[in-house]
């Protein structure tokens, strides 16, 4: 039976009139690695902060490492780790300082591979939280979170701060934690090249709820553009499976679609008699033809 560590039913969340979620449904397993994409302001950070059990749901129902979000004990906690978007530390606390007093929260620390990412991340442990640039607080939340070795690890929009080359490092870091198939991550993001890079899996968060959670290599297996040559008037799109976007233009049919196959693409060759090309997508492309 598979064990799932993020389970989602039917959750809802409104501030006053505004409906943010408006039925989310996700369930992630023990090992996945999870981009979570969605364009700013689509509810990424509210559907994380109810997991955690920060905001309680309007609705539905959310539930971390089998246990009630709202109702998380201190022995699921401490198998949790978590980046907010916004690190807050102690400004006058030294870095080695934030350290010491976040270690003293849980029984089980690993000194050894905190000091080896503050050096792997270039954070000299006597600086100053309070000078530390957006960047660097990302990176020690980061370093923060890590050091009690959590099981699953909940990461808002982690990279957001960091340069180009400690984005890659940080994404280089993520499928290191996630070699094993043990640890489980969900990472939320607006930019796909970094899903394209670490996650095994993505889920699309649009309109309140999750479009689309999928393997990411099987997603572009199945998501293809299909580029007909003369096909206006003689292709329509009941001919084609799961249409996603559709364009004429100059005699051209241009067709987006979820569930490709060399079959299909055969079949309307040989009924419509019509030339079929087929391209593949990157992540941004498919993200947009969601949209």
């Known amino acids: ?10 959750l809802r969340k409104s501030f006053g009139d505004l409906e943010v979620l408006r039925g ?18 689509a509810g990424k950070s509210t ?21 009630k979000s709202w109702d998380l004990a201190d022995s699921q906690k401490s198998r949790l780790g978590y980046v ?13 300082d934030m350290v010491e007093y976040t270690a003293a929260f849980y029984a089980r620390w690993d000194a050894n591979l ?35 070795g959590p099981e699953l690890l909940i990461l808002d929009e982690p990279a957001a701060s960091l340069d180009p080359q400690a984005r890659r490092l940080f994404l280089e870091s993520l499928l290191q934690l996630a070699v094993d198939g043990e640890r489980t991550i969900l ?9 394209e890079r670490a996650a095994s899996h993505l889920a699309i968060l649009q309109g309140g709820v999750v479009r689309l959670h999928s393997e990411v290599d099987g997603l572009k297996d199945r998501v293809k553009r ?22 004429e233009q100059g005699g ?39 949209h």
């Open 47 to 67: 559907l994380i902060r109810c997991l955690l059990g920060m905001l309680r749901p309007t609705g539905g129902t959310a539930s971390l490492l089998g246990c």
């Open 114 to 148: 905190v000091r080896e990412q503050l050096e792997r991340w270039g954070l000299p442990e006597s600086k100053q939280c309070g000078v530390l640039s957006a960047g660097e607080r990302q990176k020690l939340g980061i370093v923060l979170a890590l050091g009690h």
């Open 252 to 290: 051209v049919v241009q067709a987006t679609i979820d569930g490709y196959s060399q079959e299909s693409a055969q079949r309307l060759r040989e009924q419509r008699g019509v030339e079929v090309l087929v391209e593949d997508l990157n992540l941004e492309d498919i993200f947009l033809a969601f």
């Open 1 to 10: 039976m598979t064990e799932f560590l993020i389970e989602v039913q039917g």
């Open 226 to 247: 299909l580029r007909i040559p003369g096909g206006v008037g003689r292709v329509q799109a009941e001919d084609l499976p799961g249409v996603l976007k559709w364009c």
């Open 187 to 195: 990472f939320s993001t607006h930019i796909t090249s970094d899903i």
């Open 84 to 96: 907010a978007q916004d690190v807050q530390l102690f400004p006058r606390f030294r870095v080695r």
């Open 24 to 41: 989310v449904d996700l369930a992630i397993p023990r090992g996945e690695l999870t981009g979570l994409l969605g364009t700013n302001g």
